[in-house]
């Protein structure tokens, strides 16, 4: 069994999440995976791993899942908050439901999950929890001012617990990736919205996956006395 500190990573079974279980398992960490979709987490076949198939925003499901991750591997000392929906939409034609999916994944069930470790955490004076925001927490356009919304609620929400549980010697860090090859981009159910935005990723190269996950880990490695707090990661022909 690996003597390094137990991660848990949510919206593992794809893109960042996928990447970064990758990433922290070459590390020798041992890693609770979260995702509805098992198969792809199973795939990987990665030692010390347990992978679960729950719905993030299922409280009690991933509290279970994080007590029998603790019973086996230790307490958690990282979490990486990377579910996350994006629906783009005009505001007024969009589906309100849409709305409520998104807020949720990206803000609610990212809440509750850090509350879940947090405890622990500031018991030992030590871990470690990065939010997944995105550029579009920092700037609106007009088909995603739900989804924007949604990510400024995550931003703000990672500086105030980050202030809160400073003088406990626990990092929590801002992730904001730009344009990232993933299945986001595939959420959105308007057509007309959905190819706009892939015309628009074709016409410079994206970010691949593993350079988040990469960001993640370097970040993670820092002594625990120094937390980067913020992230802007784009590729470098993204101008917005």
């Not at 729950?54 to 007590?67: F, Q």
Request: aromatic share 6%.
């Amino acid at each position: 069994m690996s003597n390094k500190k137990l991660v848990v990573i949510t919206g593992a079974s794809a893109g960042i999440g996928l990447a970064t279980a990758q990433e922290f398992s070459r590390l020798g960490h041992p890693l609770l995976l979260l995702s509805r979709r098992s198969e792809p987490m199973k795939a990987l076949n990665l030692p010390n791993t347990i992978s679960e198939s729950v719905d993030i925003t299922d409280y009690e499901a991933v509290k279970k899942a994080i007590k029998n991750a603790e019973a086996k591997y230790g307490e958690v000392d990282c979490l990486i908050n990377n579910a996350g929906r994006m629906l783009l939409g005009e505001f007024d034609k969009q589906d309100r439901h849409e709305w409520s999916d998104m807020f949720s994944l990206n803000v609610i069930a990212l809440m509750e999950i850090m509350q879940l470790v947090l405890p622990g955490m500031r018991k030992r004076r030590s871990g470690t929890i990065f939010n997944v925001g995105s550029v579009a927490g920092k700037r609106v356009y007009p088909n995603n001012i739900v989804y924007s919304s949604s990510k400024f609620a995550v931003h703000a929400v990672t500086e105030g617990v980050r202030e809160l549980v400073a003088e406990d010697n626990i990092r929590v860090i801002l992730i904001a990736p730009g344009a990232v090859k993933t299945e986001l981009t595939d959420h959105t159910t308007n057509p007309n919205i959905r190819k706009g935005l892939t015309d628009w990723l074709d016409t410079f190269k994206n970010l691949d996956s593993e350079d988040i996950a990469r960001s993640i880990a370097f970040y993670y490695s820092e002594p625990q006395y120094v937390n980067p707090r913020e992230l802007v990661i784009a590729p470098t022909q993204q101008k917005m």
